[in-house]
């Protein structure tokens, strides 16, 4: 008897710890929801939606997941916080829009001089991995991504100088306004699905964003002057993130699975910003947009207005310990390795 009762006890030790661990031994589905910023026919919406369809692919339709576009599960504002209290499994929005809940990854939004969007999305990779900052701790990240070098946009009005932009209403967000107050212009806040209608209706004189919107959201359609002034151009940091507890549900194969799934379309997302913000330089010249370059002598003048963006960045960050000098210093260093052409990153797609 002795021998049956543990002959039976290893067999139950063995469906609880092996079975789990080396795949679908019970065949059992499961089911999770994905809250999307993005529309389903943006570039963005549609990488959501072909991760979702690599998932249940490779844990062989045992992970499904049913995808909500478009704000249509919950708001873009409320997807972080929406993943964390479980109104959805998964959730892709910005980290912007919950302002003051993750200053260590503020470092994105500065004007530091970012290029193209497969490099940022490899920097806000590589700082999540190295820095682990806690901030984020009450999701599962799934992967970052951030978009390319984001610009000032006007409706009508040329801007060659500092002084061009005094007291123009621009949209902004967190750091960028900041940004815009140090080069005499007034920033408004508020979502970026607001947007088009603000500047076709005369409620803000320009925005701030990637020529990717210029196509991906329209804007070109309302804006005509689109202004590159090289050393302040900024990034903008986006989640892809898990509830937790649902994470932590999940077997060991689709876990690994869905790991090996990120690193690949960090990739993918990077390469789909950098095309995005040429097809979107494409539609605004279409459209009768004009292409503005901040001259050098200028250029300098502005890099210097913009000082206290960062050094307030710095303060802050101490203020809340986190370390955020230390970021700063990496990715100063990592955005002189893109620009001497010295890049390299698993997060980067081919080298570019």
């Not at 408004?188 to 500047?199: D, G, I, T």
Request: one cysteine or more; proline letters at 5%.
């Amino acid at each position: 008897m002795k021998r049956t009762i543990t002959v039976i006890g290893a067999l139950l030790l063995l469906s609880v710890f092996v079975f789990p661990l080396t795949g679908w031994a019970e065949g059992k589905t499961v089911t999770l929801t994905y809250s999307d910023l993005f529309p389903a026919n943006h570039v963005n919406g549609k990488m959501a939606a072909s991760w979702c369809k690599e998932v249940e692919k490779r844990t062989n339709g045992k992970v499904k997941i049913t995808y909500y576009p478009g704000q249509s599960l919950t708001k873009g504002k409320e997807a972080y916080d929406g993943v964390v209290n479980g109104l959805s499994d998964l959730g892709q929005s910005v980290l912007q829009y919950t302002r003051g809940r993750f200053p260590l990854m503020d470092f994105i939004n500065l004007p530091l001089g970012y290029g193209k969007g497969s490099v940022s999305t490899a920097i806000i990779n590589e700082v999540n991995e190295k820095f682990k900052p806690k901030e984020l701790n009450d999701t599962k990240v799934m992967y970052l991504h951030a978009h390319g070098p984001g610009i000032i946009h006007t409706r009508e009005t040329p801007v060659h100088k500092m002084a061009d932009l005094k007291g123009m209403k621009i949209r902004s967000h967190g750091p960028t306004a900041e940004m815009l107050k140090c080069l005499g212009a007034t920033p408004v806040a508020f979502p970026m699905p607001e947007l088009y209608q603000s500047l076709q209706k005369g409620v803000v004189e320009g925005a701030v964003f990637p020529m990717e919107a210029a196509k991906g959201w329209k804007l070109a359609e309302v804006t005509k002057k689109h202004i590159t002034c090289s050393p302040i151009t900024y990034s903008l940091g986006f989640f892809v993130v898990m509830n937790k507890k649902k994470w932590d549900s999940l077997p060991a194969d689709a876990k690994k699975a869905i790991e090996e799934i990120n690193v690949e379309w960090a990739k993918k997302q990077g390469q789909t910003w950098n095309k995005a913000d040429e097809d979107g330089t494409v539609f605004a010249k279409e459209k009768g947009g004009e292409m503005i370059e901040i001259a050098p002598d200028e250029a300098k003048k502005w890099a210097e207005a913009v000082k206290p963006v960062p050094e307030n960045y710095k303060k802050e960050t101490k203020k809340r310990g986190v370390p955020g000098d230390e970021v700063l210093t990496y990715v100063m260093k990592r955005l002189k390795n893109a620009d001497e052409g010295k890049f390299k990153s698993k997060y980067l797609s081919d080298g570019k």
